[in-house]
């Protein structure tokens, strides 16, 4: 299994400005992703980070409004930028089993990040 | 466009009881099927993954079937208990097929 922590826990910020949240792995894994979950929605798959690379992002997700860092195999960034109400969400890391090379693999998930745009 | 459909209302059973959730999918020929439970202010945590050659899984009280014809999959949880009270997502492989799509989700209540 995988330990992911995520910071902040949650947070309050204006319209406007970038949050950046930071999830740390406690192994090394090639593949982290991202994802968002709306109030009373289910969980929409962001992007894929992968170390060395540039993020692959899905359809409706930008990089110039969620730009992401994958520095190394335990750490990742994931930047909401110029805030609106509209990105208040529980925003989630999660990465694949590390013991196993198969694309059958479980995810193991962040407790995610609570963000609240004014 | 691809769906995963799993039932909007809440499901309320009495303890004891087997509980039976239910994941439609559509435009979908997945590999495989996994379920996942998260509770209030939690990330998601993985309970079941069944591959596509596979009809039936368990594990402790839990049961899991896929029907590729059909295209869907029935997750079971047998006696019940108020502990399994949460939401239960159903999720197949993304396109890349190393991310995940997810359901929104079937609450359940057991008291």
């Known amino acids: 299994s995988a330990v992911i922590s995520q910071k902040p826990s949650r947070d309050i910020c204006q319209r406007g400005t970038s949050l950046t949240i930071q999830c740390q792995v406690d192994s090394q894994v090639t593949m982290m992703f991202w994802y968002r979950q709306q109030p009373g929605q289910s969980l929409t798959l962001i992007a894929t980070a992968n170390q060395g690379s540039e993020a692959t992002y899905e359809s409706g997700f930008v990089i110039d409004k969620f730009p992401i860092s994958r520095p190394n195999l335990t750490f990742s960034t994931l930047t909401v930028s110029n805030m609106s109400p509209e990105d208040s969400s529980i925003y989630l890391c999660s990465v694949e089993d590390p013991r196993r090379g198969s694309s059958y693999n479980e995810q193991f998930f962040g407790p995610g990040t609570r963000l609240t745009v004014l | ?111």
Do not use: M
């Open chain 2, 1 to 111: 466009s691809q769906k995963i459909e799993q039932n909007s209302e809440a499901l309320n059973i009495q303890e004891g009881k087997t509980a039976t959730l239910t994941c439609n999918y559509t435009n979908y020929s997945p590999a495989y099927l996994q379920w996942y439970r998260q509770d209030p202010g939690r990330g998601p945590v993985f309970l079941l993954l069944i591959r596509e050659n596979e009809k039936e899984k368990r594990k402790e009280r839990l049961k899991v079937t896929f029907d590729t014809t059909l295209k869907q999959s029935l997750f079971h949880i047998t006696a019940s208990q108020p502990a399994d009270s949460a939401t239960y997502l159903c999720a197949l492989p993304s396109n890349s097929g190393y991310a995940l799509n997810f359901g929104k989700g079937t609450s359940l209540l057991v008291t």
